[in-house]
């Protein structure tokens, strides 16, 4: 069973005690293995982090050559006295060492250890509230944890851990094992990480089926060397396919990655084509090409019959069969062998001579029909635009659709004399009776000049008197005194007639019906 704790809350009577404890991956915390119920140390690592005076960091972090500080002090010395302040240094495998002493009637100690002369108190003289040390030019090898301990009194001794984790960038490279295709797996890449510190983790992207193993060894200078090989069951369509290795280490700000292409060698694989099995006698320029891939890559083809002599009639130049005619001689079977340093591939083709061309097949029933329907389609929507742009042509010739312009208004004169319409324009009435001429009161749209003026150019001279003369009574509110056209009833006029609607101006634009 494991429990990860934070590292500032570790106490050493978890430390001490009968576990084991081992610290996990940096700033992790320390894992700890305990056949023991977990209620022990909960309850240690409680007490031990409610009474913690000795403040310490929980982890610092150096690359080999640098000097680094680890920084120690008591707060709230309230009725303890401190006596004296030791430094204690325990590798990850090992027994603990004092590496240096402090006494405030004495001078400070270093006793001998793997520090000595590189380690001393900061500042110099050191005090006991904060008596922190320095290592300078550290290795590899000073990995690992450093106690700071008070001698106190009344309480006895109390200490803080500082993890030192000592970081090495390491050398990251990637390679391809070129092997033979095959039926067992075998290594087709490797990817290592050399010489780093803490260990690099490795991992594989690729879309090909197999599995990576990975292993850890020891390095120079305390350092670790992480290697890992990639393994699958190579087949030819796996050459070339896409492999990387990605490496992820501390010291980096992101993981490296080695784009790699498989490399899978194998035999030839050969095909003929060019026979259409329609091989007549007299048929001329007739070809089999012989096709290969392989790696290494095939580099020369040979042809030959399966009867051992080759027909007069055939011609060879690199894969290429040509027959320039045919007869009953080229009435065999044709071999193609390809060869490699792996090794040798092949196919034939059994050429069989007929005596008379086999027929073309034509277009099938249903492609006829889809053309044929297909172009009716094509002929209707062609037919249609040109009839829309004859029509569109023609009523813009014949002056259909809306006025362009609306037309001028009447004249209107101030004398009566002037309101008198012009006896050279006026429309003559018919010397016959009223009643005797055809007309019709039951019109359904009264009848009006208006469709007469519409873009007509020649109109703009002499318009506006036609207009005037033209235009019924009621549609340019004509006064009192005006006289109305010849053809409307007056107070004097004897005959009869029919009075079509009166519209008012103010209902409709339309005019009354006029009679002819």
């Known amino acids: 069973m494991e429990f990860c704790f934070p590292v500032t809350c570790v106490p050493d009577c978890i430390l001490d005690s009968q576990f084991h404890a081992e610290r996990g991956p940096v700033g992790e915390g320390v894992v700890i293995e305990d056949h023991h119920t977990v209620v022990e140390a909960a309850i240690c690592q409680l007490g031990g982090a409610s009474g913690q005076r000795v403040k310490v960091e929980p982890e610092v972090l150096s690359y080999p050559g640098q000097t680094v500080n680890l920084r120690c002090a008591f707060t709230d010395a309230t009725g303890i006295q401190l006596t004296m302040v030791t430094w204690i240094y325990e590798p990850k495998e090992g027994e603990r060492i004092n590496i240096a002493v402090f006494h405030p009637n004495f001078d400070p100690n270093f006793p001998e250890s793997p520090v000595k002369g590189r380690v001393s108190f900061t500042p110099s003289p ?3 509230v904060s008596p922190s040390i320095q290592i300078s030019e550290v290795r ?3 990995e690992g944890k450093y106690i700071c301990e008070y001698a106190t009194y009344p309480s006895g001794n109390e200490q803080g851990i500082t993890y ?8 990251n490279s990637a390679s391809i094992v070129t092997v033979v295709a095959g039926a067992k797996p075998v290594v087709v890449a490797r990817c290592e990480s050399l010489n780093g510190r803490p260990a690099a983790q490795i991992s594989w992207v690729t879309a090909v089926n197999g599995n990576a193993t990975t292993a850890s060894n020891p390095g120079v200078d305390n350092t670790v060397t992480v290697s890992s090989e990639y393994r699958m069951v190579p087949t030819p369509a796996d ?13 980096q700000v992101k993981a490296q990655s080695f784009p790699l292409k498989l490399g899978v060698q194998y035999a030839p694989q050969v095909t003929i084509v060019g026979y259409d099995n329609n091989w007549y006698v007299g048929r001329t320029n007739v070809e089999l090409t012989c096709q290969a891939t392989g790696n290494p890559t095939p580099t020369t083809a040979e042809w030959k019959t399966m009867s051992g002599e080759k027909p007069d009639t055939v011609q060879i130049k690199d894969n290429v069969l040509k027959v320039l005619k045919v007869d009953d001689a080229v009435n065999t079977t044709f071999v193609c062998e390809v060869k490699n340093r792996i090794g040798t591939g092949r196919d034939q083709v059994t050429v069989m001579v007929r005596g008379t061309r086999l027929p073309v097949k034509g277009a099938t029933t249903g492609s006829i029909i889809g053309a044929i329907i297909g172009v009716i389609i094509l002929l209707a929507i062609i037919g249609t635009a040109i009839a829309m742009y004859r029509k569109h042509r ?11 312009y609306k037309p001028p208004p009447p004249k209107k004169t101030n004398s009566t004399a002037s309101r ?9 009435a018919e010397t016959r009776p009223l009643q005797d001429q055809y007309y019709s009161t039951q019109s359904a749209e009264p009848v009006t000049d208006l469709d007469a003026y519409h873009g007509d150019e020649e109109y703009a001279e002499d318009g506006r008197e ?3 003369s033209a235009a019924p009574s009621g549609w340019d509110d004509p006064g009192n005194n005006e006289v109305p056209p010849p053809y409307m009833r007056t107070d004097s006029d004897p005959q009869d007639y029919q009075q079509g609607p009166n519209v008012n101006r103010g209902e409709s634009f339309v005019s009354s019906a006029m009679f002819v």
Do not use: F, W
Not at 394 to 404: I, R, S, T
């Open 164 to 171: 030192l984790v000592m970081l090495a960038k390491p050398e």
């Open 420 to 428: 008198q319409p012009d006896t050279a324009i006026v429309p003559v």
């Open 140 to 142: 590899m090898t000073d």
């Open 466 to 468: 036609h207009y005037h």
């Open 126 to 128: 050191p005090n006991l």
């Open 394 to 404: 023609n009523n813009k010739l014949n002056g259909d659709g809306p006025p362009k």
């Open 239 to 251: 050459n070339g396919k896409d492999l990387s290795c990605v490496v992820a280490h501390r010291t």
